[in-house]
């Protein structure tokens, strides 16, 4: 009971370091795609990633995956190789990263469900509320910001795309957590990113820029978003889901709002109000509350 209770633990820690690295992708790929071709961002991000794959898997000499392995490595790779990356791109170039919060607000949920469709985990009734609490939260944070930066935010394209990137996200980190028990978190991207690397070169040859001569914004957006968020970010982000529970540790993704906006005033010198500290405070309560209750897991 202590070993498994030690594992939730170590399971959210490492779920919150893994939410803090992606809490700058949404801003890092829009610094980017404000020059660069969605579609390059997005794929372009991917080979990148694969080379620092390839790097790891070779320089440690790790297994080769079963057969079985590298069936559910396809499903890792079209949920968070492809499918998120290019519609949140796509997304982002057409609306801005704090309304894309919006939708993506309901990410927790949607991967509390993958993990009961993928891990056949059971959430009680009590975390459910929890989760759509929580949720709800952070939408209506994002609402309330999206409205005082003058914004009018209406459901159109850019969300129907952040709601394809939320399933796709949801099923490659549910599927990704199970194999993480097998792989480890790190082999588990490494070894998606390497399957698919022959088709995400393609395009992201045929979109290239013609000039590299941009702004260093650009880069930089382009640079974490391929290092952090679609490789480093996901080594404590399998491992947490793996240890402590898809639901559980997938709730630590509704704080990922706040410690964007955090990351922004540390960084970029913005100011932080009350109603972000307010906010802030009642979801981290919710994440512990949802915490304690029960989530019987797969064998």
């Known amino acids: 009971m202590g070993s498994v209770k030690a594992d939730q633990h170590r399971g959210m820690a490492l779920g919150f370091l893994g939410v803090l690295a992606f809490s700058l992708t949404l801003p890092a790929t829009r610094a980017a795609v404000v020059v660069l071709d969605p579609l390059f961002v997005s794929s372009g991000r991917a080979v990148v990633a694969a080379m620092l794959s390839l790097i790891y898997l070779w320089w440690g000499n790790h297994r080769r995956p079963t057969n079985n392995e590298f069936k559910w490595l396809l499903v890792v790779g079209l949920g968070v190789v492809f499918g998120f990356p290019f519609f949140t791109a796509w997304a982002?170039?057409?609306?801005?990263?704090?309304?894309?919060?919006?939708?993506?607000?309901?990410?927790?949920?949607?991967?509390?469900?993958?993990?009961?469709?993928?891990?056949?985990?059971?959430?009680s009734k009590g975390f459910w509320l929890s989760a759509a609490a929580?949720?709800?939260?952070?939408?209506?944070?994002?609402?309330?910001?999206?409205?005082?930066?003058?914004?009018?935010p209406g459901f159109d394209l850019a969300d129907l795309a952040l709601v394809a990137a939320v399933l796709f996200a949801a099923m490659g980190y549910a599927v990704g957590a199970r194999l993480a028990k097998t792989l480890g978190g790190l082999q588990v991207i490494s070894w998606a990113l390497v399957i698919a690397l022959p088709a995400t070169l393609i395009p992201a040859v045929l979109t290239v820029p013609s000039s590299l001569d941009l702004p260093v914004s650009v880069w930089l957006g382009f640079a974490y978003a391929s290092v952090v968020s679609q490789y480093l970010g996901f080594l404590p982000w399998y491992q947490g889901l793996a240890l402590g529970g898809v639901a559980r540790v997938g709730q630590t993704q509704l704080l990922q709002p706040f410690f964007t906006l955090f990351a922004a005033a540390l960084l970029l010198g913005e100011t932080i109000d009350?109603?972000?500290?307010?906010?802030?405070?009642?979801?981290?309560?919710?994440?512990?509350?949802g915490r304690k209750m029960s989530v019987v897991q797969a064998k």
């Open 92 to 123: 982002i170039k057409h609306t801005s990263a704090s309304h894309g919060g919006v939708v993506l607000g309901i990410l927790p949920l949607a991967t509390a469900a993958a993990g009961a469709v993928f891990w056949h985990e059971r959430p």
């Open 134 to 152: 929580g949720s709800t939260l952070v939408i209506a944070f994002s609402l309330l910001r999206s409205y005082g930066n003058a914004g009018s």
């Open 274 to 289: 009350a109603m972000t500290i307010g906010f802030a405070v009642l979801v981290f309560v919710v994440v512990a509350i």
